[in-house]
């Protein structure tokens, strides 16, 4: 699967700025860089951008598991938050701890420069 169609493959994704990084089998990586779109009134990356990174790299885990032929939807995830983020950029990445027949257990680190600045944990639908 080439990296680029994931990238524009999501018009969320792409709104937000998220970027696919890296896929393997059961893995993904994808990053957010800082931009003043996604500040809250602290002037810190909002909390609702990080989960979105975070859900979307976990669903490209799952995707990398299963398939991009099929989907998955999230039934479930729970986050979180360590450290704030005022500038650069965070990078998430997921991997796939139980891929069952129905359903995926996901976890996933976002990270900036090598700092955590949240743990998530999710179950995925496989549709």
């Not at 602290?42 to 790299?57: E, K, N, Q």
């Not at 129905?102 to 976002?110: G, K, S």
């Amino acid at each position: 699967m080439d990296l680029s169609d994931l990238q524009t493959g999501s018009a969320y994704s792409h709104h937000l700025g998220i970027e696919a990084v890296s896929l393997g089998e059961g893995v993904a990586e994808a990053r957010l860089p800082m931009a003043e779109h996604l500040r809250n009134r602290g002037g810190v990356m909002h909390g609702g951008a990080i989960f979105s990174l975070l859900d979307i790299a976990m669903g490209l885990a799952c995707s990398s598991t299963h398939g991009f032929d099929r989907r998955s939807a999230t039934l479930e995830c729970k986050i979180n938050y360590i450290r704030p983020v005022a500038e650069g950029e965070v990078i998430c990445r997921a991997r796939v701890l139980h891929a069952g027949k129905r359903t995926l257990v996901v976890e996933a680190d976002v990270l900036q420069d090598d700092r955590l600045v949240a743990k998530g944990q999710g179950t995925f639908a496989q549709l």
